[in-house]
């Protein structure tokens, strides 16, 4: 829901500040929820402060990724991605054995001390700048009156050679050059320029780019890609959060339910990785590539109800976990494609876009 907030911060104080203000959030919701005593202190540790630090250091890092590229764009902010599916696939098991060892609590404390990683990354993030070519250059002095000089020089040195033997004193001015006139006009470039100066500085100052840019709420395109993600999104969560209850209720022992999940996270960074190459071909319509792997997402959602056993969630799981990884690595970073609002107004359509989102993310799991 804050993703407008992190779209405003981000325009106002730069992506790497607030990448690093989400970081420190982040970790200070974990290590504060270490010393919970109420489900109340979780949902305020967790749910409040770390998800809006997870708002904060997300949304910039995926808008300003697609604004380092233009040509690999897709292909790139698909492998950055994949992080998320490593952390399922490593950290899952690993915070399971570590809560077993030393308690939730400490468990929570080691996660929340890592998670400031997350300032050291969001240092990295270079600011672009874009310095603008001058048009003009700067006016340069006249050749003509240096060229004048030098024949005056040479005629007055001329003449007084000659002077002294005929005693007759001679005068040079430019009248006197050859080829010069007193009458002949002067150029009329150097007007032309100072009326150029002129009419640059009359004119109105460029308005400052907005915070945050509504004007994508006008735009056909983003509506039509905005209930596109708000539909995606609803099968996003649920078979990664309720995998586990289903193969339990199959007789499907804990140890094998839990390769499953390792099994869709290991297919999620496939999917995303082949997506990212696949869009990064040129004559390629993204957009209708994208419709199809949600087509083939929906389809692998269908799927899951007809599993009876282990190797039949074990298949749903991986074609579900490929699909998704295709959807969920390049649905944002599309946004920035002239099919939809183009590169000038990612930052803006992004933060709306998120949180039209997250409408589904709020209900898709109930649902």
């Known amino acids: 829901y804050p993703a407008p907030l992190s779209t405003v911060l981000s325009n106002r104080f730069g992506h790497r500040f607030v990448v690093m203000a989400g970081g420190v959030l982040i970790s200070t919701g974990m290590v504060t929820a270490s010393f919970a005593r109420t489900v109340v202190d979780m949902y305020v540790t967790i749910g409040i402060i770390s998800g809006l630090g997870y708002c904060l250091s997300f949304l910039p890092t995926v808008t300003i990724l697609s604004q380092y590229f233009d040509k690999r764009r897709s292909l790139v902010t698909a492998v950055a991605s994949t992080g ?13 054995a570590l809560k077993e060892q030393i308690g939730w609590r400490y468990s929570l404390l080691s996660v929340g001390v890592l998670q400031l990683s997350i300032v050291v990354c969001g ?37 007084s050679i ?6 007759v004193e001679i005068t040079t001015s430019p009248s006197n050059v050859p080829g010069k006139t007193k009458a002949e006009p002067k150029s009329e470039e150097p007007k032309e320029h100072m009326q150029i100066l002129v009419e640059k500085d009359s004119a109105p100052p460029e308005p400052k780019n907005k915070l ?82 949600v087509v083939l997402l929906s389809v692998a959602l269908f799927a899951f109800p007809f599993a009876s056993e282990f190797w039949g969630l074990m298949t749903c ?48 799991p109930p649902l």
């Not at 998320?84 to 399971?96: G, K, L, N």
């Not at 270079?126 to 030098?150: D, L």
């Not at 039509?224 to 022992?253: D, E, K, M, Q, V």
């Open 84 to 96: 998320e599916c490593f952390a399922v696939f490593s950290f899952a098991p690993a915070i399971t």
């Open 123 to 159: 240092s990295l993030l270079r600011p672009i700048i874009i310095k603008e070519q001058e048009e003009a250059e700067k006016a340069q002095p006249p050749e003509e009156p240096t060229e004048i000089k030098y024949m005056l020089e040479n005629e007055q040195t001329r003449t």
């Open 162 to 167: 000659e002077s002294i033997d005929s005693g």
């Open 212 to 293: 945050l840019d509504f004007s994508v709420m006008r735009d056909g395109s983003f509506i039509c890609y905005a209930f596109f993600g708000l539909f995606a999104t609803l099968g996003f969560f649920a078979p990664s959060l309720y995998i586990i209850p289903l193969s339990l209720s199959l007789g499907i022992s804990k140890d094998h339910s839990a390769y499953i999940l390792s099994a869709m996270a290991i297919a999620e960074v496939f999917g995303r990785i082949s997506a990212g190459w696949i869009l990064n071909k040129k004559p390629i319509r993204k957009v209708y590539i994208e419709l199809i792997c």
């Open 317 to 364: 799981s991986i074609f579900f976990g490929f699909m998704l990884g295709t959807v969920a690595g390049t649905h944002i970073p599309l946004l920035a494609e002239d099919d939809v609002v183009g590169i000038e107004k990612m930052s803006s359509a992004a933060g709306v876009y998120v949180f039209i989102q997250s409408l589904a993310g709020l209900a898709g």
